[in-house]
């Protein structure tokens, strides 16, 4: 099986999945109380609660509340991303050093052969993209992407799948880190699979698909 080295540029992410870099990231915000003194008003025998103002706090035994991860930086992302319906061409090619793929007939970018007994795959990931956005209280920050991708080829289809992580540089910005996943499926236009691993030809992919890890 092949070592990944590198696969796609940033221009070759934002590209693929029609991501929309955007400054004007939604902020998300949650307002609890904490209660760890006098009757908590409930038919248990502690006297330690804590009340959420949207409803979704967890209590335990020290009054403390544990929230979800705040992910409001990826969630914004993927609200781009699944706002648009950009559905791409990806082309992949066959060199003397690997495969090379372009993305609507411009850019090309390197690619790295993954293969097993049953699979067909080009798979990689590449270093940390520098971009700057709105953290969860609408500061902005700087935050890096650092994406990595699998392409799964079966005859004429393919199937997609970018899972992007975000981190604020420096750490520790509200709605980081988090991560989303982008995928996609595509049908081959150009060229033969033939038998065998062969994922060299045309391919169209339908519109991506954004979701985002809790």
């Not at 880190?177 to 994922?199: F, K, L």
């Amino acid at each position: 099986m092949a070592v990944i080295v590198r696969l796609f540029t940033a221009a070759s992410v934002i590209a693929l999945g029609g991501f929309a870099a955007t400054s004007s990231m939604l902020a998300c915000s949650s307002t609890s109380t904490t209660v760890t003194e006098g009757d908590d008003d409930d038919d248990d025998d502690d006297d330690s609660t804590t009340k959420d103002a949207g409803g979704g706090g967890a209590k335990d035994d020290a009054g403390s509340t544990k929230e979800p991860p705040n992910t409001a930086v990826c969630d914004a992302y993927a609200a781009a991303g699944n706002s648009q319906d950009t559905r791409r061409q990806i082309t992949i090619a066959e060199t003397a050093n690997g495969f090379l793929m372009t993305i609507d007939g411009v850019n090309d970018y390197a690619l790295a052969l993954l293969k097993a007994d049953d699979r067909c795959q080009l798979a990689g990931g590449e270093q940390p993209i520098g971009q700057k956005t709105l953290d969860a209280n609408e500061k902005e920050i700087d935050v890096k992407l650092s994406p990595s991708h699998l392409f799964d080829f079966d005859g004429a289809k393919v199937s997609s799948k970018t899972v992007m992580f975000v981190q604020s540089d420096p750490a520790g910005a509200p709605g980081t880190p988090c991560t989303m996943v982008i995928a996609t499926e595509g049908t081959r236009t150009g060229g033969d699979a033939g038998a065998g691993c062969n994922p060299v030809g045309t391919y169209a992919l339908d519109k991506a698909v954004y979701t985002v890890s809790k």
